[in-house]
């Protein structure tokens, strides 16, 4: 006849088989998503931002993350008020490696054309070598009209680096998105200091009031 502990012995591995979905259930409810993590850190910042819900027929959320079968989705948008951009969108891009996280700010421009040239921005950092230096400076560069702006307005270099942006992984790019009427300053995932969030803000003032 068994023993009690030969038949309770049997029944742990169908305890823990039972156990175990509601267990990752469980840490899936308590694992904070990329889009609340963000949302919480800008309250912390002082700047006023709401989580929000698109209607089925806004295409907010899928400016710049190409066609139907593209790795990029949104994770969700948060909304911003009285500021340059209306709109932050949390992506995630799918790779064979895992996800990388990116944050689109977006910029309202109704009348920008597809007629109009448009080229993509993007931030260089100048360092003292190659690999692994120091970053020294940072310019702009692509689309001449607008990227002369950028470099001219010190505020933005000085915040990004007063923000501790030179010791960051990552950069920071502009892409046109005419088709949906938006300019997008992407940045790979980073809980922004409130000094390069602002600076990211003066960028989109400039992108906002520039002459198309």
Known sequence: MPSWIQIFSTFIPILTLLALPLLIKKLKKNTTSKVDEFYQHLQGIG???????LEKDDDTGKVGLGGRFTSQKSEGLIELRNLNSGFINIVADSTQY???YYLDYLVKIPNLLWSSPHR??????????????????????????????????????????????????????????PKHGYYRIRSTYFLPTRLIFDAI???????KSFNY
């Open 47 to 53: 700047i006023k931002a709401y989580i929000t819900n």
């Open 201 to 207: 803000d003066i960028i989109a003032k400039h992108i």
């Open 120 to 177: 993509k921005i993007k931030l260089v950092r100048k360092k003292t070598s190659i690999l692994t230096g120091k970053t020294i400076d940072l310019e702009w560069k692509g689309n001449v009209s607008i990227t002369q702006i950028l470099n001219s307005d010190y505020r933005i270099k000085d915040k990004l680096f007063q923000g501790g942006f030179d010791t960051m992984k990552g950069n920071i790019w502009i892409y046109p998105e």
């Open 98 to 100: 895992g996800v990388n």
